[in-house]
């Protein structure tokens, strides 16, 4: 039995692996070369990795904002579930997102670190770059909705 964390503590409850593998569960449809492969959990804070292609690019060559505001998205799932478990319907209830310049191709990293989880909502920043890091192309803050019921 797993135990419940003390209010505002983050204690991750799910590894990569299985959050990785949660995912490849919850979209059987989604294409497993094309999907955002966690690489880091830790307390308050998880790392994916997706490689883009040709399809992610807009005119101009550069990855499109809709592949970014995906991985913001999926960064933050990954997150609420790493630290509350497999609650599959925890839901985006909102997601900002700043272009801060243009994402070259290339593999896209993101970054998302937890700013509050409480009972019922989880807030986070999500940093996304291909340049490195202090290069960052994007960076979205994301409220998910933990569902009644959902043990924390």
């Known amino acids: 039995m797993t135990k419940s964390p003390a ?3 983050t204690t991750p409850r799910m590894d990569a692996a299985a959050l990785n593998d949660f995912l490849a569960r919850a979209f059987p449809e989604a294409d497993p ?3 955002p492969r ?3 959990v830790a307390p308050g804070r998880v790392a994916l990795v997706q490689s883009m292609a040709s399809r992610n690019l807009r005119p101009g060559g550069v990855i499109s904002g809709p592949s970014l505001m995906t991985m913001a998205d999926t960064a933050a799932y990954a997150l609420m579930l790493a630290h509350i478990g497999e609650v599959a319907m925890a839901v985006t209830t909102s997601l ?3 272009f801060l310049r243009p994402c070259a191709p290339g593999d896209l990293h993101a970054e998302a670190t937890m700013l509050r989880l409480g009972r019922r909502i989880g807030t986070c920043d999500v940093l996304m770059w291909t340049e490195g890091r202090d290069r960052a192309a ?3 803050t994301v409220a998910y909705a933990i569902p ?3 043990s924390r």
Request: hydrophobic share 50%.
């Open 7 to 9: 209010p505002g503590e």
């Open 33 to 35: 070369a094309a999907m």
């Open 38 to 40: 966690v690489t880091v």
């Open 96 to 98: 900002t997102i700043h």
């Open 138 to 140: 994007a960076k979205a």
């Open 148 to 150: 009644d019921g959902a």
